[in-house]
Nanobody, 112 residues
Framework: QVQLVESGGGLVQAGESLRLSCVAS????????MGWFRQAPGKLREFVAF???????KYADSVKGRFTISRDNAKNQVYLQMNSLKPEDTAVYYC??????WGQGTQVTVSS
């Protein structure tokens, strides 16, 4: 059974940084394509970044240059380093194992 558990969210001020972590179990992690999504209040869940099993990454335009996705296959974890945070980054952030497994989410709140 696949399980994804996110951590690292919190309340920060604009310009500060956070690092989200997601630990995965129930599959061979090194073979998994992983992603981060987010959902702000009243909005649809949106793509943030993904990292393929081979290491290729892709980012949403809104976070490009500020966020970095990475993975540690030995620890079965995927990370999202978020720098220069903005109030519009406020959302619940979800870890995704493709095709369609999701964590419970972690809240990120950025105050102005």
């Amino acid at each position: 059974q696949v399980q994804l558990v996110e951590s690292g969210g919190g309340l920060v001020q604009a310009g500060e940084s956070l690092r989200l972590s997601c630990v995965a179990s129930g599959s061979i992690f090194s073979r998994n394509d992983m992603g981060w999504f987010r959902q702000a209040p009243g909005k649809l869940r949106e793509f943030v970044a993904f990292i393929l099993s081979g290491g290729t990454t892709k980012y949403a335009d809104s976070v490009k240059g500020r966020f970095t996705i990475s993975r540690d296959n030995a620890k079965n974890q995927v990370y999202l380093q978020m720098n220069s945070l903005k109030p519009e980054d406020t959302a619940v952030y979800y870890c995704r194992k493709y095709p369609n497994y999701w964590g419970q989410g972690t809240q990120v709140t950025v105050s102005s």
